[in-house]
């Protein structure tokens, strides 16, 4: 009898490992952003927003405060206050300006302030004009009256004082001729004496320093019956601390440029009333305008405002 051996099946023979494939050249892994993409995102974001705040929607600065003016400003802004109390001497009114130009908390000096600022801009090109020299004058009268002192007066020389514009000379007044009439005149004495009187001879002949160039009107909802004065030189520029003069029946006002120098050194405006007449000039520098009438005008949207002005004035030649 025989015996069967039982076989074991064999184990089925192993598969190799799979092998990864090989990496190719231009494989790159994956990231959760492109660099590149950002930096030129933010390259376009940032120039499509200068664009937009420079040229589209530029921020229009309103209701500034003396005081956030810059330092040139604020110069000119002193200048201003100086002329306008060398023509009405309110000194309250002066002080109360130059107070504007301290910030909350802040508790300098004015009348020093006025003669520092005078200094730095008696040291610099500002005095070159006619009109320089007669503004940094104003400011050294005005913070010497309050006891205080500066270098601008030692460095405007005395040769560039203004010299007088009048002298007085006594003259007889002349005596005239009686009409004919059938009664004896009686024969003078010779001892009479001729009354004396005084005469006010200029030494120089009136000049006029400045033309008016340009008046334009214009009709505003935001800016209903204004004056708006402009006082530039040849190149356009504005010329700061220049007096003008608005009268009307009845009354006056006097005030300078460059009290708002925001808008330009040489700009200063005036707030009329509807229905009157205005006078503009520059006191003893220019020849009066015609009227300016405040009467009533539509603006382009159809909204009813008042008439208002621009005038320029510009240097004789």
Known sequence: MSRRRSRTPAPPPTLPEEMPPPRSRYYRPRR?????????????????????????????????????????????YMVGVALAFAGDSDLNRAVERLLTLQAEGEAKDPFQEM????????????????????????????????????????????SNLEPTS???????????????????????SPNATATQRIV???????????????IATFCSANLPGVIEVFV????????????????????????????KPERSPGYADFQMEEGRGYIVEMPGRSDPTQPLTAGPCNTDSGAQSITSYRVFFLPAS
């Open 232 to 259: 530039q030189d040849f190149g356009s520029v504005g010329l700061p601390g220049q007096p003008v003069q608005v009268r009307w029946d009845g009354g006056r006002s006097r005030f300078f440029t460059g009290l």
């Open 32 to 76: 959760p952003f492109s660099v590149w993409g950002l930096v030129i995102g933010l390259i376009i974001g940032l120039g499509t927003g200068l664009v937009y705040a420079w040229s589209v929607n530029p921020i229009v600065e309103v209701a500034t405060e003396p005081w956030q003016l810059r330092f040139d400003d604020r110069a000119l």
């Open 115 to 158: 003669a520092d600022t005078a200094c730095q801009l008696a040291s610099t090109g500002y005095v070159d004009s006619n009109s320089g020299l007669r503004a940094i004058r104003s400011m050294i009268t005005f913070y010497q009256l309050q006891g205080r002192t500066g270098c601008a007066e030692t460095l405007i020389p005395a």
């Open 166 to 188: 009048v002298v007085q000379v006594e003259l007889p007044t002349p005596t005239l001729r009686p009409p004919a009439t059938k009664t004896p005149t009686p024969v003078s």
């Open 200 to 214: 006010v001879v200029p030494t120089s002949v009136p000049q006029r320093d400045f033309v008016l160039a340009d």
